[in-house]
């Protein structure tokens, strides 16, 4: 059979009666108009799809909802999972088709960290959307270091130098700084442990031995799940914290706690959710991973549309996907970010799920997490600097997304310039908090530039 077929869809023919003057009826008909989708062979059109409760699943639930994965010939069912390792998990053991995953999850089981598999990412989902809260005491202390703008309020980015003599305090007191992040290879890791070190304070490394990622560390860093981050703050086991959205928010909301910075800050338009399945999967079932790829670019597109942003409130609220109250997840998912309580700004970038080429899954936003699990110790070896591009590319798979979106341009869903003309990395970019500069095409070069983390020698 052909891989692909074509499905033509048409607007039925409408009768209208129209009486004359003499009582004779005359009859009119409006043509019928013909408009020609291609749709794909579909190998597995029953799926199940995971996700973790935060705003950035919404490609997914837009796709369910607004009928985008049925346009494909998918029937998709999508099931929220307690912890990214169980997400994790239950990918790599077929029990989910594929799943919202934090984007070092694939790349750190195909670079010897953690559990190994061959998992492969065709869609990003979304660039930014995390931020870093600390507790009220801790923000007290924070906030007479912090520079203030012409209107009196802290002025933005606010960066760790603020924090540092209040983790001195505690030191001086007996009492380690304890902070939380979602996983040990999730952006949020890699984002506290960056906007640390640039203000020269040790976030701890890893060893093979000390999977914790605490030795010289002046900060604890412990994982905790996205959606305890705002319970686990108030009762003061840790006293601050990475995460995504709404859980920032939800502090703000409680008043228990306040954002000082958000990862656009730490990096400007950081890739952040990835969504992945198996290798074994894409291999045995290519057109439905396509299918899945053309529903999930629509959806990006849709949320990235002007006023669709207060509908997509609405359906992440549903109890089934994120269901936090409407009004914290609008905090962030209108173009805002609510920081110190009362102190909301405009932030239109926060959450990004199209523009910049946000779905394409770029061989340097991979590279860069390789970059990172390296400087931290996760990857234990120095490694040469091919080695950097030919694993990201056995894992970041634009071929899959460019078919998908080829198709949906002929389809005219999207403009063929949303196709970005690239050989998969991003130019070089100094959009860090500490304007350190990373070109995905000197990986060594960008870990030696660090104070803080592993030096590699070029190794051949």
């Given at each position: 059979m052909k891989s692909l077929l074509k499905r033509s869809s048409w607007i039925l023919p409408i009768a209208v009666l129209l009486f004359a003057c003499g009582g004779e009826k005359k009859k009119e008909t409006v043509v019928a108009e013909k408009t020609e989708t291609t749709t794909l062979e579909i190998?597995?059109?029953?799926?199940t799809f995971g996700f973790i409760k935060l705003t950035d699943m919404a490609p997914l639930a837009i796709a369910k909802e607004k009928g985008f994965f049925e346009d494909e010939g998918l029937f998709v069912s999508v099931e929220a999972q307690s912890n990214w390792k169980n997400v994790l998990?239950?990918?790599?053991?077929?029990?989910?088709?594929?799943?919202?995953?934090?984007?070092?999850?694939?790349?750190?089981?195909?670079?010897?960290?953690?559990?190994?598999?061959?998992?492969?990412?065709?869609?990003?989902?979304?660039?930014?959307?995390?931020?870093?809260?600390?507790?009220?005491?801790?923000?007290?202390?924070?906030?007479?270091?912090?520079?203030?703008?012409?209107?009196?309020?802290?002025?933005?980015?606010?960066?760790?130098?603020?924090?540092?003599?209040v983790i001195a305090d505690y030191k001086a007191s007996g009492k380690p700084f304890k902070m939380g992040m979602v996983f040990p290879v999730s952006t949020h890791n890699y984002e506290i442990r960056y906007w640390l070190a640039a203000a020269g304070i040790h976030p701890g490394m890893y060893t093979a031995d000390n999977v914790q990622g605490q030795i010289d560390a002046e900060v604890l860093l412990s994982v905790t799940p996205p959606p305890q981050m705002p319970a686990t703050l108030e009762s003061g086991t840790i006293y601050g914290y990475c995460v995504g959205e709404p859980w920032n928010q939800q502090a703000v909301f409680k008043g228990i706690g306040v954002p000082v910075t958000t990862n656009?800050?730490?990096?400007?338009?950081?890739?952040?959710?990835?969504?992945?399945?198996?290798?074994?999967?894409?291999?045995?079932?290519?057109?439905?991973?396509?299918?899945?790829?053309?529903?999930?670019?629509?959806?990006?597109?849709?949320?990235?549309?002007?006023?669709?942003?207060?509908?997509?409130?609405?359906?992440?609220?549903?109890?089934?996907?994120?269901?936090?109250?409407?009004?914290?997840?609008?905090?962030?998912?209108?173009?805002?970010f609510e920081f110190e309580k009362g102190d909301k700004r405009e932030m239109p970038d926060f959450n990004v799920f199209y523009k910049y080429n946000a779905t394409y899954p770029f061989y340097s936003d991979g590279i860069w997490f390789l970059t990172q699990m390296r400087r931290w110790g996760q990857i234990p070896e120095a490694k040469p600097a091919d080695w950097y591009a030919s694993t990201i590319k056995d894992i970041y798979r634009p071929d899959i997304w460019t078919k998908a979106a080829k198709i949906l341009v002929e389809e005219g869903k999207i403009p063929?310039?949303?196709?970005?003309?690239?050989?998969?990395?991003?130019p070089a970019t100094t959009d860090f908090i500490d304007g350190t500069s990373y070109d995905a095409k000197d990986p060594i070069g960008y870990i030696n530039s660090f104070a803080i983390g592993n030096k590699d020698k070029a190794v051949q």
């Open positions: 190998e597995k059109p029953q799926l998990d239950r990918v790599i053991d077929g029990q989910l088709d594929g799943s919202h995953m934090l984007a070092g999850q694939p790349i750190a089981a195909g670079a010897g960290f953690g559990r190994q598999a061959e998992l492969v990412t065709p869609f990003s989902m979304d660039l930014n959307g995390n931020g870093i809260t600390v507790s009220n005491d801790v923000w007290s202390k924070m906030k007479p270091n912090v520079p203030k703008g012409a209107d009196g309020k802290p002025a933005h980015p606010i960066k760790a130098d603020a924090l540092k003599p656009y800050d730490i990096w400007k338009n950081n890739p952040e959710k990835v969504f992945v399945m198996t290798k074994k999967f894409v291999d045995a079932y290519p057109n439905t991973a396509t299918a899945v790829t053309k529903a999930l670019i629509r959806a990006g597109k849709w949320l990235d549309e002007p006023g669709n942003r207060a509908e997509a409130v609405k359906i992440l609220s549903m109890s089934q996907y994120v269901g936090a109250d409407e009004a914290v997840l609008a905090n962030s998912m209108t173009g805002t063929a310039s949303d196709i970005p003309d690239t050989d998969g990395y991003k």
